[in-house]
């Protein structure tokens, strides 16, 4: 199997504070875990790439001060937005790529942030 | 750069076929791939196309030509839990993520 888990599911913070989201791969190996948001009816947007072991790589526009990303191991990758305001508010989905098949990402369930 | 154009919504009714298409220019090509995401849900995979021709995974069934940039996704049998967004996705060619296509929304009719 190739299952990856997200936490937490859903959170509501204040504006001007700071959540983490976990994003793990629970039975397989992942060097490489990547963060995407996605707003209603809209596509997938990759933010960042996450490589074990190393610091990530950020997609254009997106503030890596902001959006801090840190994969600890093989297994683990979190999220951490920073300074939450309303506009942070949106579905923050990871996934993590197995070594083979080479081009399959297996998603997390996702998580709905919403800044109030 | 990639990108990548889809129908952006389709309407079939139960037990019907519908074909979703997927046409995409890039860069560098590895491949096509397909997800399915549900309401509130996280993204599926469904299907890969590394070479040209039909995979076939039970109800659904996938197409590639890469002379023609050119790729759908076949589901057959419609079923009311088949109403969902279906995204197009490729690989970038000097990373490891994939680019996505703007989605599909479907909707099977009773």
């Known amino acids: 199997g190739a299952v990856v888990s997200q936490h937490p599911s859903w959170v509501i913070c204040k504006s001007g504070t700071s959540v983490k989201i976990e994003c793990r791969s629970l039975?397989?190996?992942?060097?490489?875990m990547f963060w995407y948001r996605q707003f209603p009816k809209q596509s997938l947007m990759l933010m960042a790439t996450s490589n074990e072991g190393s610091k990530a790589t950020y997609e254009q526009g997106v503030e890596k001060d902001k959006f801090l990303i840190n994969h600890a191991s093989l297994t683990l990758s979190t999220l951490t937005v920073t300074s939450a305001h309303p506009e942070d508010s949106s579905f923050y989905i990871c996934s993590a790529k197995k070594a083979s098949p080479a081009d399959t990402q297996y998603f997390g369930p996702g998580t709905r942030l919403t800044v109030l | 750069g990639q990108s990548l154009e889809q129908p952006s919504e389709v309407t079939a009714v139960e037990g019907a076929i519908v074909q979703i298409n997927c046409t995409y220019q890039?860069?560098?090509?590895?491949?096509l791939s397909w997800y399915q995401q549900h309401d509130g849900g996280a993204p599926t995979f469904l299907s890969y196309?590394?070479?040209?021709g039909l995979e076939e995974t039970g109800r659904f069934s996938s197409f590639l030509s890469r002379s023609d940039s050119y790729g759908y996704l076949l589901l057959q049998e419609l079923q009311m839990k088949d109403s969902a967004s279906y995204f197009c996705a490729v690989r970038a060619p000097y990373g490891q993520n994939f680019v996505f296509g703007p989605g599909t929304r479907l909707s099977v009719l009773p």
């Open positions: 196309n590394g070479l040209d």
């Open positions: 890039t860069s560098g090509f590895y491949g």
């Open positions: 039975d397989f190996q992942a060097t490489t």
